[in-house]
């Protein structure tokens, strides 16, 4: 397995919740239960996260996005990270409504954005009143905080990461509906049937979350690579004369 279990272990992904929390659906998930916790069977989760990642590395290689979902506080900042390290849309503010069903309004509040840079552009901020200023400056800021960081998603994701998706079930339901793929760190709290791709964990502790987030990251790095390397081929192709043209011009530097 390209994942080790050992250090699943060491960064407490396989903490469960409280035995009387739990979903029975993720019965195959659970190895044991312990002082009243069930422990998940990370031979299943390392196996998981393969599947996974070969998965999300064949729809970055496809140069489509990945939009990561996590609101949650100790989420937040590990998502944020290692998303724009690899330049993947996320959300880590409120979900906003409709933002995969009703995409169109969403490019609009982005194009806003746009709008509002322009004018300090060129010059037109400058013309409007002190409290006209303020209050466009408050959406700008506004915009920036919940849209800011998928600014470059023209188009709906090829798929959606989650993080904790009894949390996110906004987002889940809204991909279901557009038949987006789901991938997920689910908990034993949760029901795995919401998810197409679960990857059983611990969605609560910062080092369980950013153990599975840097697995997930470095399989789409490794689609993002494959994509470029085969741009690049094309365009070496191309650059090529092809053998007839080349023995045309040899003829014709002769003659």
């Not at 390290?85 to 409504?97: A, K, L, Q």
């Not at 990857?199 to 599975?212: E, G, L, Q, W």
């Not at 997930?216 to 191309?238: Q, S, Y």
């Amino acid at each position: 397995m390209a994942v080790e279990v050992k250090e699943l272990l060491e960064a407490g992904v396989h903490f469960g919740h409280l035995t009387r929390k739990w979903d029975p659906n993720m019965a195959p998930y659970v190895y044991m239960e312990r002082n009243g916790i069930h422990i998940i069977n990370l031979y299943k989760t390392a196996a998981k996260i393969d599947e996974a990642g070969e998965a999300l590395a064949k729809i970055a290689a496809s140069g489509r996005k990945i939009l990561f979902v996590a609101t949650k506080k100790q989420a937040k900042d590990i998502v944020a990270e290692k998303a724009g390290s690899i330049n993947m849309p996320y959300i880590t503010e409120r979900w906003p409504g409709g933002m995969l069903t009703n995409f169109v309004t969403i490019r609009k509040a982005i194009k806003k954005m746009a709008t509002i840079d322009r004018m300090k552009k060129d010059g037109t901020f400058l013309t409007l009143s002190k409290k006209e200023r303020l209050q466009v400056d408050r959406l700008r800021a506004k915009l920036e905080k919940n849209l800011g960081s998928i600014v470059d998603m023209t188009r709906l994701p090829g798929a959606l990461f989650v993080v904790d998706i009894k949390r996110e079930h906004i987002a889940i339901k809204e991909a279901q509906k557009l038949n987006i793929p789901i991938f997920a760190m689910v908990d034993t709290n949760s029901d795995p049937r919401q998810v197409d791709y679960v990857i059983p964990a611990n969605d609560d502790a910062s080092k369980s979350i950013d153990k599975i987030l840097t697995h997930v990251t470095e399989a789409i790095t490794g689609g993002l690579n494959e994509r470029k390397a085969e741009k690049a081929e094309k365009a070496e192709g191309k650059a090529k004369p092809a053998p007839a043209k080349k023995a045309k011009a040899a003829k014709e530097e002769e003659e």
